[in-house]
């Protein structure tokens, strides 16, 4: 059509029934969204908007002439944004809401306060900001850590969020975390807390071991604050939290303990449901209600309480059982928190991997449950928890483009959910964020260059082979060439290249638009005799919880990072061709044990120590295998955080696993490799070219 007329009419007889539905039909006069609601003709305009842009160039656009009648397949589509472990400017947030808003997401969740700050301005206690806002990193001032890390939303930041957000038919749920996760309160406030003690504002992810207290003073506290709270957020959902409250505290106080007996209570379980009824009545008396964290369950809860159920998918069930309605939000599968995937240049995240791909097929709706459960379920939400993401483009990596398969998987109807057709319509998204200035995450597409090391050492050529973790898109490559482009060969099978050479390989659409950015690897000598750290697993052992950590809690860049398991300092390289290797050369990373494990610490690793120090062992294919070689490591107070050690070897031959042991107290820093290579003797190395 040369001009272009948009009809948008709200229509109490509008043929899609369901709430937040639309019917659009273009044509060649006009294009037409009809719906009962507001949000639908948002939404209608939305898709409009899509169709434009998918069929775009910079002076035309065409749209096909189609049909749609559509509505979303559950009412709560969320995204929750936690700003207390680290803090997203206001503009950020509405850099987020944007996007939720396009992806026809309806929900944010905001978590503002934690153990690591406290987010939100509370004008009768000022000093939930002034002090709870802040704390004090490991190493602050050093290794570029800021002698401080904090900050928070006025009254006036929140009230313009939230208006932001309604204008794009977002409602913005705000969650104060407790009865745990309240150190950074009890900071600002001990005589809140159970021991009287003032803490630090914790700089330690994880399960710390502050609570609430429960006496009145502190339930007119929590009152206080959630009126304020109440005043800026019309939400109808307020989160209580609930989640990883260790009751230690409660346990060990004579008051807790008598409180408990007063209120005939027998379990700190039933105690924390006991608080949670309290304020869910709370905010039921003002119009409001209760959503917590499925640890609400535990001690019974208030039969109107909604749930988040976090725990893997086993709290859906039990929690829909008892008649309870259930935001969907399991861990992992839909926390934003994990790597997307596992190559080298990868940046800060927890493990296992949450691909692309996972993210689009996990099932909201358990097979398993009996229809007057599913219609307990509202919707899910995927969770961006922000230990590892100090920055905007942290997290608009981990954000994008996996949040376009959670937008699909909570608007389309399960049997409509197709993983091919998702990713033919994925190039116009791409194209739609790199216009928009979106970071996103090109890792499903990111080439995997593979070599065998064995035969590219022993003969000086190689197979290369060249993959991406979805399979999908058109791979170009070079040899000692520059980026690919369309021009560039484009990858079909394994091929063989003689050494030395650089291989740069990426990702293009058909039609020659990127899909991933250029990943170049270079073979020679020296890089065929070297892996990158986190190539190296957790070594075996009953407790593995990984998580690729950045240099410094802080830091602002997405590379390197460090694979470590909480548990246990030891790491294993994979088969690698040592014939005639005499020395390996490691670079570490000394990093903060700055994870708080609560009552999983006593599942850390200890190894005795022959120095102050600690050592690092190198063994041969097994871990408990005896030492080929010990280094010293370097006292922490006089040398740099990143460092190289130098091992010998024994003469070795053939392929064999390293297997590196760090000793050490659970106290010890954690120690991340960087990058390990190994070479023969010195003396028998041959010079490098000029
Ligand atoms: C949670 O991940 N602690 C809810």
Redesign the pocket.
């Known amino acids: 059509m040369e001009q272009t007329v948009i009809v948008i009419s709200r229509r109490a007889d509008a043929p899609v029934t369901q709430s937040e539905g639309y019917t659009l039909d273009v044509t060649a006069k006009a294009a037409r969204i009809i719906a009962r609601d507001e949000s639908g003709l948002y939404y209608g305009a939305v898709s409009l908007a899509q169709l434009v842009s998918a069929n775009a160039t910079d002076k035309t656009f065409h749209v096909p002439a189609v049909h749609i009648a559509d509505w979303p397949r559950f009412a709560w589509r969320g995204l929750m944004i936690d700003s207390a472990r680290h803090m997203q400017s206001v503009a950020e947030i509405e850099g987020i809401l944007e996007q939720m808003a396009l992806h026809k997401l309806n929900v944010l969740h905001w978590h503002l306060t934690d153990d690591q700050g406290w987010r939100i301005e509370i004008k009768r206690y000022p000093e939930l900001t002034h002090t709870g806002a802040w704390r004090t990193p490991p190493d602050a001032g050093k290794d570029g850590e800021p002698a401080r890390y904090g900050g928070y939303y006025s009254q006036d930041d929140i009230r313009h969020v939230v208006a932001y957000a309604a204008a794009r038919h977002i409602t913005v749920v705000p969650e104060l975390d407790m009865p745990g996760h309240a150190q950074a309160a009890v900071a600002a406030y001990p005589q809140f807390g159970v021991t009287g003690q003032r803490p630090a504002v914790s700089a330690d992810w994880g399960v710390n071991p502050y609570l609430y207290n429960v006496d009145e003073p502190t339930l007119h506290f929590l009152e206080g604050v959630l009126d304020e709270v109440m005043a800026l957020f019309p939400s109808r959902y307020i989160h209580l939290g609930g989640?990883?409250a260790i009751k230690d505290q409660w346990e060990a106080s004579p008051a807790v303990q008598q409180r408990m007996r007063a209120l005939g209570l027998q379990h700190p379980e039933q105690l924390q449901s006991w608080l949670m009824g309290r304020l869910g009545h709370y905010l039921d008396n003002h119009g409001r209600r209760l959503i917590g964290?499925d640890e609400i369950l535990e001690g019974g809860v208030p039969g109107d309480a909604a749930v988040m159920s976090?725990r893997g998918i086993k709290g859906i069930e039990q929690a829909t059982r008892a008649g309870h309605d259930v935001v969907v939000a399991p861990?992992p599968f839909l926390y934003l928190d994990y790597v997307q995937s596992t190559r080298n240049d990868e940046t800060a995240g927890r493990l296992p991997m949450q691909s692309l791909q996972s993210v689009y097929a996990f099932e909201i709706v358990p097979p398993e449950l009996a229809d007057t459960q599913v219609r307990r379920i509202l919707g899910a939400q995927a969770?961006v928890?922000t230990e590892h993401m100090p920055t905007a483009a942290h997290l608009q990596h981990a954000i994008f483009p996996r949040l376009d398969a959670l937008a699909e998987n909570v608007w389309t109807p399960a049997d409509k959910r197709n993983w091919q057709s998702f990713l033919a319509r994925l190039p116009a998204q791409l194209a739609r964020y790199r216009q928009q200035g979106i970071g996103y995450a090109d890792s499903a597409y990111a080439v995997d260059i593979g070599v065998d090391r064995r035969q590219a050492l022993a003969s000086s050529k190689a197979t290369v082979t060249l993959s991406n973790q979805i399979g999908s898109g058109v791979i170009h490559y070079t040899l000692d060439g520059p980026p690919p482009d369309t021009h560039s060969p484009v990858y079909t099978k394994p091929f063989t290249a003689t050494l030395p050479v650089t291989i740069r390989a990426a990702t293009l659409t058909t039609s020659g638009s990127l899909l991933a950015n250029t990943r170049e690897r270079v073979l020679d000598e020296a890089h065929l005799r070297s892996l990158e750290g986190n190539e190296l697993t957790a070594c075996p052992s009953e407790h593995i919880d990984e998580m690729r950590a950045q240099p410094t809690p802080d830091a602002t860049s997405l590379t390197p990072t460090y694979t470590i398991n909480v548990f246990d300092s030891c790491r294993l390289t994979p088969p690698l061709p040592l014939d005639g290797a005499a020395v390996v050369n490691i670079d570490l990373a000394r990093l903060p044990r700055n994870v708080a494990l609560a009552h999983d610490a006593k599942l850390i690793t200890s190894r005795a120590t022959a120095t102050k120090h600690g050592e690092l062992e190198l063994r041969a294919d097994r871990c408990d295998g005896p030492a080929l070689s010990v280094t010293n490591l370097p006292d922490p107070t006089s040398s740099p955080a990143r460092f190289t050690l130098t091992a010998a070897l024994p003469p070795m031959h053939g392929t064999h696993s390293l297997c590196l042991v760090m000793t050490g107290s659970p106290q010890a820093p954690y120690y991340g490799v960087g990058r390990l290579q190994w070479q023969p003797a010195a003396a028998s190395l041959k010079k490098p070219r000029p």
């Open positions: 989640d990883e964290w976090w861990d969770n928890w």
